[in-house]
């Protein structure tokens, strides 16, 4: 009895050490490890915040940029194009980055996909072929991606979800950028990119102001916040605007327009 106890317990010890390299560092849902595959498309690249995670130790694995990503970025750097040609040698210089980093290893794969002509289809078969997650900041090649099962990692996504959380009651300083829909409604950003919609306001367009978060909102576009004004920085009250309660109406009082500040990292296909 005790030597059968012996070798289940061998077994165990055996089975905890062999999948032991497999949980290391956790992105986006997934374990990765050593010998994960990820490929990188030209958003990616052309971001540059990869390079951020990988010195943060978040990623490890096998980077692979496809050749014809790769060609793509250099037929954009040769381009016409001023924005797309310092965005595409970026990319570039971020490649050159991540192959001398000692956290992550980068290969070019050479397959050219001859028969398929869309670089997001392309894309989509190479992650098929080579067994890989895509990291993308495209959100409809991630669409695509996830259709077709294929592990998605968006640094998007991942920052959409690290966002602090303003909580009903606190009160917090930001600076009146624009009006809102309403009349007296002014509309202002955390640093995070999170809109603030403040009762009361409209009139203090570039001033910073404290303001009392009434309500938090989820949006398909990311979170949003309601608030009304309640002094400037130094404590003085605001000529003309009365204390308010928490607000009830609409989730909606507010442009779709304003869900989000607008981005920087625009697709750069064709």
């Known amino acids: 009895m005790a030597i059968i106890e012996i070798i289940l317990l061998i077994i165990i010890i055996w ?36 390079v951020n995670v990988v010195q943060a130790g978040f990623l490890q694995g096998e980077l ?3 050749q014809f990503i790769l060609n793509e970025l250099q037929l954009l750097a040769d381009g016409q194009d001023s924005h797309k040609r310092e965005r595409a040698r970026f990319g ?13 290893t980068l290969s070019i794969d050479r397959n050219s996909f001859p028969a398929v002509s869309a670089t997001d289809d392309k894309l989509i078969s190479a992650a098929k072929k080579l067994g890989a997650s895509l990291y993308t900041t495209d959100y409809n090649l991630s669409k695509v991606a996830i259709a077709e099962n294929i592990t998605v990692l968006n640094i998007n996504e991942l ?18 950028i624009q009006k809102g829909s309403n009349q007296d409604q ?22 910073q ?13 990311g979170k949003m916040a309601f608030a009304h004004a309640v002094s400037k920085p130094d404590g003085k009250p605001l000529s003309g ?14 442009s779709q327009n304003h869900h989000s500040k607008p981005s920087l990292q625009n697709r750069m296909r064709r």
């Open 241 to 254: 605007v009365a204390e308010k309660g928490p607000r009830t109406s609409s989730n909606h009082d507010t």
């Open 64 to 66: 692979i940029v496809p």
């Open 209 to 221: 102001m404290i303001v009392h978060v009434d309500r938090m909102h989820q949006t398909v576009a």
């Open 159 to 176: 920052a959409q979800q690290l966002r602090p959380v303003n909580l009903p009651g606190e009160q917090i300083e930001i600076k009146i």
């Open 92 to 104: 570039l210089d971020v490649i050159h980055e991540l192959q001398t980093t000692k956290q992550v």
């Open 15 to 50: 089975l905890i050490l062999k999948d032991q390299p497999g949980k290391t560092n956790k992105l986006n849902g997934h374990f990765l490890n050593s010998k994960h595959k990820i490929l990188l498309d030209s958003c990616a690249l052309i971001d540059g915040r990869i």
């Open 186 to 207: 002014g509309v202002g950003y955390l640093e995070d990119g999170t809109m603030i919609v403040v009762d009361g306001a409209a009139r203090y367009i570039g001033q």
